[in-house]
């Protein structure tokens, strides 16, 4: 009886701690875009696939949205998210996402200037690096590159 005692003890540790990592990403998502852009759509999805229930508001004005959510002045891109306590501007990928939101910093969002190609929602292959950054109150400071 030890000898399957263990083994599904085991497993069930691995599992709790596999849940735990994947704790961090908020559950749900708001994705506020411009209702003709279809990479927004992409992205969302992208968050879907990865297990966030995401609403998408199609009617709103961006520039308020962007101004609000405190987006730096030349960093924005065609979609601006909130997740849990922070807002996220683009096209970021999940890698960022996930180191972002296990670090928790104090800032008000994460970004990925403008719409590279190979990002989530964004079509072709990826041409240069992705430089990620966080942002409060309009001032952006380097987070990672990708």
């Known amino acids: 009886m030890r000898r399957v005692f263990t083994p599904l003890l085991l ?5 709790l701690s596999a849940t ?8 749900t ?7 003709q852009c279809l990479c927004c759509d992409g992205y969302a999805r992208h968050l879907e696939e990865h297990g966030v229930d995401v609403t998408v508001i199609s009617d709103r004005d961006m520039g308020d949205v962007k101004t609000q959510a405190g987006i730096p002045y030349g960093r924005g891109s065609c979609h601006t998210i909130k997740m849990g306590a922070y807002w996220v501007e683009g096209h970021v990928p999940m ?6 939101f296990d670090d928790a910093p104090d800032t008000a969002g994460i970004g990925l200037a403008g719409m590279p190609s190979g990002t989530p929602g ?4 990826k041409t240069e690096p992705y430089h990620v950054y966080t942002f409060s109150e309009h001032e952006a400071a380097p987070y990672m590159t990708l």
Do not use: E, H, I, W
Not at 11 to 15: D, I, N, Q, R, V
Not at 29 to 35: F, G, Q, S
């Open 122 to 125: 964004m079509p072709g292959a």
């Open 20 to 27: 735990a990592a994947q704790a961090a990403l908020p559950a």
């Open 11 to 15: 497993a069930g540790l691995t599992s």
């Open 95 to 100: 890698a960022a996402l996930d180191a972002f």
């Open 29 to 35: 998502a708001t994705l506020y875009k411009n209702p």
